[in-house]
C-alpha cells in the first residue's frame, strides 16, 4: 500500500506534528489500511470507516492520552487503535492473543475505558471528569463518543440526567448515522433525523433541556467543521454536545448503500467491496435461524404470539417475523432492560411473548428478569442467543455466565437443547403455553442436523436424556456442547466403558435420571460451555450431595478466568472443552479407574 503519512504515525503526537491540510491524507490512508486488514481479516468495518474523520480530528485537537477519550461499544475504534501504536500488530484484531477487537484498558494508556456492550460512554466519562474535578483538575477533557443507537439506551440517558446538574468539563459527542447495527428505532431517532446539517433543532431541544450546550448538526466528515466546533465548544464550561452527522461504511461504496451487511462483512474484495463467495450448500441452518423461522410458524397458527427483540433483528433473524407480521414482533433498540420488562407486562395481557436476547446482553437486564417476570411468575419465553463462547468478539460477548446467573432464580425453567430440532420442539412446548418463564439456551453459528423442519414435537419439562450406556464412568453434557462430547466418544479406546447422557433442562433437573445416574456410577463427568462457578455441573454436584451420593464428581467447563478473544475451536480447547481436550479427560479418568 502506497503510504506517504500513516506510516509515521506511530503516535497521536505524530499526527499534531502534521499540518492541519495533510490531514484529508490521513485520513484517505487511514481508511485504506482499515479496508485492506478487515477484507482479509475479518472484523467491524462500516463503523470504523464512518468515523475516521471525527478519529483524527479527536487525536489532532485534544491531549490524549491526557484528555481522556471514551469510545461508545468500541467497535468503530479500529482507527483510534491504529493512530495510537498499533498500527502494525493490527492485524492481529480479534485473533487469538492479538488486539481485542474494542478498546480494552490493558491494551493501551489511551483505551481509557473497556467496551463492548454499548452506552457506558457517558457514564464512564462522567465518572472521570468528576473524578478530575474532585483532584482540582478542570482544564483536562474527558470525552465521551456515542452512537445514535446507543445514546437512545436507559443507561445514557441516566448519564445525561446526572451530567446536566454537574459542571464536569464533559463533551459528549453524538456519532449520528442513523444505523446501529440494524436501522436505529425510536422516537428519539425520528427527533434526530430531522436534524440537518447546518439546522440546529431550535424549538424544544432535549438536549438542551438537560443543560448541555448544545453544538450541531455538522458534517462529521468535514475536518473545518469539526474544528471549528472544538474552538467553540472548549470556551464553554461544563457539559456539552456536539451532534455529528456521518455516513456509516464512508469510503467504500458497497458499505455505504448496505450498511447492515458491511457492518461486519466476513472477507471481501478490497477494490470492488464484493463480498467473497460462501459455500453454504448443504449446511445445516444457523441455530439463529431455527429460532427465527421456526417462530413466524408458529406465529401463523398462533396470533397470541409476539417477538421482542433489543436492537438485534438481524443477528437473531428476529427479522423474519417483522417482515411476515411487524404488528407482533418489536425492535425496541439497545433496551434490554426495557425489551424484558415490555415482554413482562405482555404476558400478564395473555401474550406468548418470545423474548430473544443475547446471553451477554441480557446481563444488563437482571433485576428485570428477576424482579418483573420470575417473582411475578409470568411465562416469559427467553430465547438466549449466542450462548457458550462466542470467538472473535471475545470477553465482553462471551455468552457463559447464563447458567449460573439464572439458575438461582426461583420459578424459571432453564431449557438447553442440543441440536435444531431440540430447539424447534422447546419452542413449540412454550409457546403451547407454560405455567412458568423458560430460558432457552442455544449458541451462535450453525448445528449439524440440516434436515430440521421435521413435524413438531412436545417436550416434557425437566426431562433429559439417556444416549448411551457404559460400564465405568458417566458422562453428562449440557445443550450443544454435546457434539464435542460424541466425538470424543467416538474417539475412546474402550467406548463401552462410558455412558452419556444429555442434561436437557439445567432447572428443573432431571432427578429420577440423575438418581439412576449416581446409582449407577462411581465416577461421573458434567460438561458444559459455560463458567463452572454456579454453572450445571455445580447443579449436579449439589443434587448429589444433598441426596448424599457419593461418586466423584468433575466439572468441566470455563474455569474462573475471563475468556479472551480466538476462534470458538482455539477457545474450547483452552478452557478444555473441545473433543480433544475432553478425550484426554476421559482417558485420564478411566486409566486411574482402572488401575485402581
Ligand atoms: C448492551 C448492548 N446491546 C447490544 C449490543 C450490540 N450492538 C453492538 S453495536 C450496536 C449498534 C450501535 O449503534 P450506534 O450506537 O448507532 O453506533 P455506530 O455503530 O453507529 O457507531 C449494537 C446494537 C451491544 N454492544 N451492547
Same mark, same amino acid.
Not at 162 to 181: E, F, P, R, Y
Not at 208 to 222: K, T, V
Given at each position: 500500500?502506497?503510504?506517504?503519512?500513516?506510516?509515521?504515525?506511530?503516535?497521536?503526537?505524530?499526527?499534531?506534528?502534521?499540518?492541519?491540510?495533510?490531514?484529508?491524507?490521513?485520513? +484517505?490512508?487511514?481508511?485504506?489500511?482499515?479496508?485492506?486488514?478487515?477484507?482479509?481479516?475479518?472484523? @467491524?468495518?462500516?463503523?470504523?470507516?464512518?468515523?475516521?474523520?471525527?478519529?483524527? !480530528?479527536?487525536?489532532?485537537?485534544?491531549?490524549?492520552?491526557?484528555?481522556?477519550?471514551?469510545?461508545?461499544?468500541?467497535?468503530?475504534?479500529?482507527? @483510534?487503535?491504529?493512530?495510537?501504536?498499533?498500527?502494525?500488530?493490527?492485524?492481529?484484531?480479534?485473533?487469538?492473543?492479538?488486539?481485542?477487537?474494542?478498546?480494552?484498558?490493558?491494551?493501551?494508556?489511551? *483505551?481509557?475505558?473497556?467496551?463492548?456492550?454499548?452506552?457506558?460512554?457517558?457514564?464512564?466519562?462522567?465518572?472521570?471528569?468528576?473524578?478530575?474535578?474532585?483532584?482540582?483538575?478542570?482544564?483536562?477533557?474527558?470525552?465521551?463518543?456515542?452512537?445514535?443507537?446507543?445514546?437512545?439506551?436507559?443507561?445514557?440517558?441516566?448519564?445525561?440526567?446526572?451530567?446536566?446538574?454537574?459542571?464536569?468539563?464533559?463533551?459528549?459527542?453524538?456519532?449520528?448515522?442513523?444505523?446501529?447495527?440494524?436501522?436505529?428505532?425510536?422516537?428519539?431517532?425520528?427527533?434526530?433525523?430531522?436534524?440537518?446539517?447546518?439546522?440546529?433543532?431550535?424549538?424544544?431541544?432535549?438536549?438542551? !433541556?438537560?443543560?448541555?450546550?448544545?453544538?450541531?448538526?455538522?458534517?462529521?466528515?468535514?475536518?473545518?467543521?469539526?474544528?471549528?466546533?472544538?474552538?467553540?465548544?472548549?470556551?464553554?464550561?461544563?457539559?456539552?454536545?456536539?451532534?455529528?452527522?456521518?455516513? +456509516? $461504511? /464512508?469510503?467504500?461504496?458497497?458499505?455505504?448503500?448496505?450498511?447492515?451487511?458491511?457492518?461486519?462483512?466476513?472477507?471481501?474484495?478490497?477494490?470492488?467491496?464484493?463480498?467473497?463467495?460462501?459455500?453454504?450448500?448443504?449446511?445445516?441452518? /444457523?441455530?439463529?435461524?431455527?429460532?427465527?423461522?421456526?417462530?413466524?410458524?408458529?406465529?401463523?397458527?398462533?396470533?397470541?404470539?409476539?417477538?421482542?427483540?433489543?436492537? #438485534?433483528?438481524?443477528?437473531?433473524?428476529?427479522?423474519? #417475523?417483522?417482515?411476515?407480521?411487524?404488528?407482533?414482533?418489536?425492535?425496541?433498540?439497545?433496551?434490554?432492560?426495557?425489551?424484558?420488562?415490555?415482554?413482562?407486562? #405482555?404476558?400478564?395481557?395473555? +401474550?406468548?411473548?418470545?423474548?430473544?436476547?443475547?446471553?451477554?446482553?441480557?446481563?444488563?437486564?437482571?433485576?428485570?428478569?428477576?424482579?418483573?417476570?420470575?417473582?411475578?411468575?409470568?411465562?416469559?419465553?427467553?430465547?438466549?442467543?449466542?450462548?457458550?463462547?462466542?470467538?472473535?468478539?471475545?470477553?465482553?460477548?462471551?455468552?457463559?455466565? *447464563?447458567?449460573?446467573?439464572?439458575?438461582?432464580?426461583?420459578?424459571?425453567?432453564?431449557?438447553?437443547?442440543?441440536?435444531?430440532?431440540?430447539?424447534?420442539?422447546?419452542?413449540?412446548?412454550?409457546?403451547? $403455553?407454560?405455567?412458568?418463564?423458560?430460558?432457552?439456551?442455544?449458541?451462535?453459528?450453525?448445528?449439524?442436523?440440516?434436515?430440521?423442519?421435521? *413435524?413438531?414435537?412436545?417436550?416434557?419439562?425437566?426431562?433429559?436424556?439417556?444416549?448411551?450406556?457404559?460400564?465405568?464412568?458417566?458422562?453428562?453434557?449440557?445443550?450443544?456442547?454435546?457434539?464435542?462430547?460424541?466425538?470424543?466418544?467416538?474417539?475412546?479406546?474402550?467406548?463401552?466403558?462410558?455412558?452419556?447422557?444429555?442434561?436437557?433442562?439445567?432447572?428443573?433437573?432431571?432427578?429420577?435420571?440423575?438418581?439412576?445416574?449416581?446409582?449407577?456410577?462411581?465416577?461421573?463427568?458434567?460438561?458444559?460451555?459455560?463458567?463452572?462457578?454456579?454453572?450445571?455441573?455445580?447443579?449436579?454436584?449439589?443434587?448429589?450431595?444433598?441426596?448424599?451420593?457419593?461418586?466423584?464428581?468433575?466439572?468441566?467447563?470455563?474455569?474462573?478466568?475471563?475468556?479472551?478473544?480466538?476462534?470458538?475451536?482455539?477457545?474450547?480447547?483452552?478452557?478444555?472443552?473441545?473433543?480433544?481436550?475432553?478425550?484426554?479427560?476421559?482417558?485420564?479418568?478411566?486409566?486411574?479407574?482402572?488401575?485402581?
Amino acid at each position: 500500500m502506497a503510504s506517504r503519512l500513516l506510516q509515521n504515525i506511530n503516535s497521536p503526537e505524530d499526527l499534531r506534528k502534521l499540518d492541519k491540510q495533510d490531514l484529508l491524507q490521513v485520513a +484517505k490512508e487511514l481508511r485504506e489500511f482499515i479496508i485492506d486488514i478487515v477484507a482479509t481479516k475479518e472484523g @467491524h468495518l462500516g463503523a470504523s470507516l464512518g468515523v475516521v474523520e471525527l478519529t483524527i !480530528a479527536l487525536h489532532y485537537y485534544f491531549k490524549t492520552p491526557e484528555d481522556l477519550l471514551v469510545w461508545d461499544v468500541g467497535h468503530q475504534a479500529y482507527g @483510534h487503535k491504529i493512530l495510537t501504536g498499533r498500527r502494525d500488530i493490527f492485524e492481529t484484531n480479534r485473533k487469538l492473543n492479538g488486539l481485542s477487537g474494542f478498546p480494552k484498558r490493558s491494551e493501551s494508556i489511551f *483505551d481509557t475505558f473497556g467496551v463492548g456492550h454499548s452506552s457506558t460512554s457517558i457514564s464512564a466519562a462522567l465518572g472521570m471528569a468528576i473524578a478530575s474535578k474532585l483532584n482540582g483538575n478542570s482544564e483536562k477533557n474527558h470525552i465521551a463518543v456515542i452512537g445514535d443507537a446507543s445514546i437512545a439506551s436507559g443507561m445514557a440517558f441516566e448519564g445525561l440526567n446526572h451530567a446536566g446538574v454537574t459542571k464536569a468539563n464533559l463533551w459528549v459527542i453524538l456519532n449520528d448515522n442513523a444505523i446501529g447495527i440494524d436501522p436505529s428505532v425510536g422516537a428519539l431517532k425520528a427527533y434526530l433525523s430531522k436534524s440537518k446539517i447546518g439546522v440546529k433543532p431550535k424549538q424544544d431541544n432535549m438536549i438542551e !433541556a438537560l443543560n448541555f450546550h448544545y453544538s450541531g448538526p455538522i458534517d462529521g466528515h468535514d475536518f473545518e467543521a469539526i474544528f471549528k466546533a472544538f474552538e467553540e465548544l472548549e470556551k464553554v464550561k461544563g457539559p456539552k454536545f456536539l451532534h455529528l452527522i456521518t455516513k +456509516k $461504511g /464512508k469510503g467504500l461504496q458497497q458499505a455505504e448503500e448496505n450498511q447492515v451487511t458491511y457492518h461486519a462483512p466476513g472477507k471481501f474484495d478490497k477494490t470492488t467491496g464484493e463480498l467473497l463467495p460462501k459455500n453454504n450448500e448443504n449446511l445445516s441452518p /444457523k441455530f439463529q435461524d431455527v429460532f427465527g423461522l421456526t417462530l413466524v410458524e408458529l406465529a401463523k397458527t398462533n396470533e397470541q404470539i409476539i417477538g421482542i427483540t433489543p436492537a #438485534m433483528p438481524t443477528g437473531s433473524s428476529l427479522k423474519y #417475523m417483522m417482515n411476515e407480521f411487524p404488528d407482533r414482533a418489536f425492535d425496541v433498540g439497545i433496551a434490554e432492560q426495557h425489551a424484558v420488562t415490555l415482554a413482562a407486562g #405482555m404476558a400478564t395481557q395473555g +401474550k406468548i411473548v418470545f423474548c430473544t436476547i443475547y446471553s451477554t446482553f441480557l446481563q444488563r437486564a437482571y433485576d428485570q428478569l428477576i424482579h418483573d417476570v420470575a417473582l411475578q411468575n409470568l411465562p416469559v419465553i427467553f430465547c438466549i442467543d449466542r450462548a457458550g463462547l462466542v470467538g472473535a468478539d471475545g470477553a465482553t460477548h462471551h455468552g457463559i455466565f *447464563d447458567l449460573a446467573y439464572l439458575r438461582c432464580i426461583p420459578n424459571l425453567i432453564i431449557a438447553t437443547p442440543s441440536n435444531e430440532i431440540e430447539l424447534r420442539n422447546i419452542l413449540y412446548t412454550a409457546s403451547l $403455553g407454560l405455567e412458568n418463564p423458560i430460558a432457552i439456551r442455544y449458541p451462535r453459528g450453525r448445528g449439524l442436523i440440516t434436515d430440521w423442519q421435521k *413435524d413438531f414435537q412436545k417436550v416434557e419439562i425437566g426431562k433429559g436424556k439417556k444416549l448411551q450406556s457404559g460400564s465405568e464412568l458417566a458422562i453428562i453434557s449440557v445443550g450443544t456442547i454435546r457434539t464435542e462430547v460424541k466425538e470424543a466418544l467416538q474417539q475412546l479406546q474402550q467406548p463401552e466403558k462410558v455412558a452419556h447422557y444429555d442434561l436437557g433442562f439445567v432447572k428443573p433437573l432431571d432427578e429420577k435420571m440423575l438418581v439412576e445416574i449416581f446409582q449407577q456410577y462411581k465416577t461421573v463427568i458434567t460438561v458444559e460451555d459455560g463458567v463452572i462457578s454456579g454453572g450445571a455441573g455445580e447443579a449436579v454436584l449439589a443434587f448429589a450431595n444433598q441426596h448424599q451420593f457419593t461418586s466423584k464428581i468433575i466439572n468441566l467447563g470455563i474455569p474462573d478466568q475471563f475468556i479472551e478473544q480466538g476462534t470458538t475451536a482455539e477457545l474450547r480447547d483452552l478452557a478444555g472443552i473441545s473433543a480433544e481436550r475432553i478425550l484426554e479427560k476421559f482417558e485420564q479418568v478411566l486409566t486411574k479407574l482402572t488401575t485402581r
